[in-house]
C-alpha cells in the first residue's frame, strides 16, 4: 500500500488537532473533572504536554520524511497513552466520570483509540520513512 505524501501531511496535521481538541474538552485547562480521574497523567500539565505533542506532530507535516526516527518516538508515544487508557478503562468506571461532567466522560470514552489509531499511523509513516531513506 503506497500512502501518498499528501495523505501522509493531511495524517499529521490531523492528528495535531485531534491533540489540540484537548483544550476544548479541558475548557482551556479549567475543567477539574479532567484532572480528577487521572491526576498524574491528566493533570492541567499534561493537558499542557498533550497540545505540546500536537503541535510536535504538525511542525513535521510537510518534512516528516527528513526525520524517521522523530516520528517513531511519536509512534511509542502514543502507544504509551493507548496503554495507559486501557489500563484506566479496565480500573475505572467511565459513566462515574460522565456524572461529573460531559465533556470529561467523552474526553475519557475516546482518548486512547485516537492515541492507538495515530501509533498505528505513526508507525506506519516511521516504516516507510525509515525503508525509503535506507535505499537511498
Do not use: H
Not at 495524517?11 to 482551556?28: A, H, K, P
Not at 509512534?75 to 493507548?82: L, N, Q
Request: glycine share 6%.
Amino acid at each position: 500500500m503506497k500512502i501518498q505524501d499528501k495523505t501522509i501531511t493531511r495524517g499529521f496535521m490531523l492528528s495535531g488537532l485531534m491533540n489540540l481538541t484537548v483544550l476544548i474538552f479541558s475548557r482551556f485547562f479549567t475543567n477539574s473533572t479532567i484532572p480528577e480521574f487521572d491526576p498524574v497523567v491528566m493533570s492541567n500539565f499534561g493537558l499542557l504536554m498533550i497540545v505540546i505533542w500536537g503541535l510536535a506532530y504538525m511542525a513535521i507535516a510537510y518534512n516528516y520524511d527528513k526525520v524517521p526516527w522523530l516520528i517513531g518516538i511519536f509512534a511509542i508515544e502514543k502507544s504509551i497513552y493507548g496503554y495507559i487508557w486501557i489500563n484506566w478503562m479496565l480500573n475505572n468506571n467511565v459513566s462515574e466520570v460522565y456524572e461529573k461532567d460531559t465533556m470529561a466522560g467523552i474526553f475519557y470514552s475516546i482518548y486512547g483509540i485516537n492515541d492507538l489509531l495515530f501509533c498505528l499511523f505513526f508507525l506506519l509513516i516511521f516504516l516507510k520513512t525509515i525503508n525509503s531513506t535506507s535505499q537511498k
